[in-house]
């Protein structure tokens, strides 16, 4: 069995996937936000 050692493996591409989901998830939520007041000032 191989051995490992700690902080050897390069993660680029896990951070750089990581930091497009949480823009997704960050841009959704206010997505969310805005529609919820719209629709409260809206459809009522």
Same mark, same amino acid.
């Given at each position: ?6 902080? !050897?493996?390069?993660? !680029? ?9 949480? *823009?997704?998830? *960050? ?16 459809? !009522?």
């Amino acid at each position: 069995m191989a051995d490992h050692q700690h902080g !050897t493996m390069d993660i !680029t591409v896990q951070e750089k996937m990581f930091s497009s989901f949480m *823009t997704f998830v *960050t841009r959704f939520c206010i997505a969310m936000v805005f529609l919820a007041l719209f629709l409260a000032m809206f459809a !009522t």
